[in-house]
Nanobody, 125 residues
Framework: VQLQASGGGLVQAGGSLRLSCAAS????????MGWFRQAPGKEREFVAT????????YYADSVTGRFTISRDYAKNTIYLQMNSLKPEDTAVYYC???????????????????WGQGTQVTVSS
């Protein structure tokens, strides 16, 4: 499956952004989907995942209550709505897809079946 992430940019602390990740090439509903991020000098980390049905979501503690992951089956797209952004949210955000797995399993794995190209999010203080 091909993943195309978009929506990053520069925003002030306290602001909002919505990231999108469009999937193509395979049956969208067969894939758990997620967002991960990598800040300069740090390892890539889990942000949020959503199940194949969309009924289960998981979030990193650092973003719980501020970020929301969702998916649109008509558009084969997932979203990450990011509110109350903080400078520590600055990173390259990547979307990923895992076939026939759960959102919980995806949240604790380091390896994933497919990755998007990443989109830069910069939050200024």
């Amino acid at each position: 499956v091909q993943l195309q992430a978009s929506g990053g940019g520069l925003v002030q602390a306290g602001g909002s952004l919505r990231l999108s990740c469009a999937a193509s090439g395979r049956t969208f509903s067969n894939y758990a989907m997620g967002w991960f991020r990598q800040a300069p000098g740090k390892e890539r980390e889990f942000v949020a995942t959503i199940s194949r049905s969309g009924g289960s979501t998981y979030y990193a503690d650092s973003v719980t209550g501020r970020f929301t992951i969702s998916r649109d089956y008509a558009k084969n797209t997932i979203y990450l709505q990011m509110n109350s952004l903080k400078p520590e949210d600055t990173a390259v955000y990547y979307c990923a897809a895992d076939r026939l797995t759960t959102a919980l399993a995806m949240s604790i794995k380091n390896q994933h079946d497919y990755w998007g190209q990443g989109t830069q999010v910069t939050v200024s203080s």
